[in-house]
């Protein structure tokens, strides 16, 4: 079950359950789709994956299946993987 992470990666915006602009790569890295599609030109600076919009749980199901609230945020922001070297 996805974690829904609380908020974006790079620039620590919040991201609630319902965001519709939260984006997500394949190991739940979560960003927001403006560091997503500026910042990182799409690419994943964790493994280097894709992006794709993250779902959106249904609300009733939020009491049963809550969000995650452990922020994980990259001290000095986020470089696309070819900047990090």
Known sequence: MLELRPGCECCD?????????????TFECTFCADCAE???????????????????RPAALLEKYPASTKRIVKAAGCLPQSDAA
Do not use: Y
């Open 13 to 25: 915006k919040d991201l609630p359950p319902g965001a519709t602009n939260a984006m997500i790569c």
């Open 38 to 56: 500026t910042v990182l030109k799409g690419v994943c600076p964790n493994c280097g994956g894709n992006f794709s919009p993250r779902p959106i």
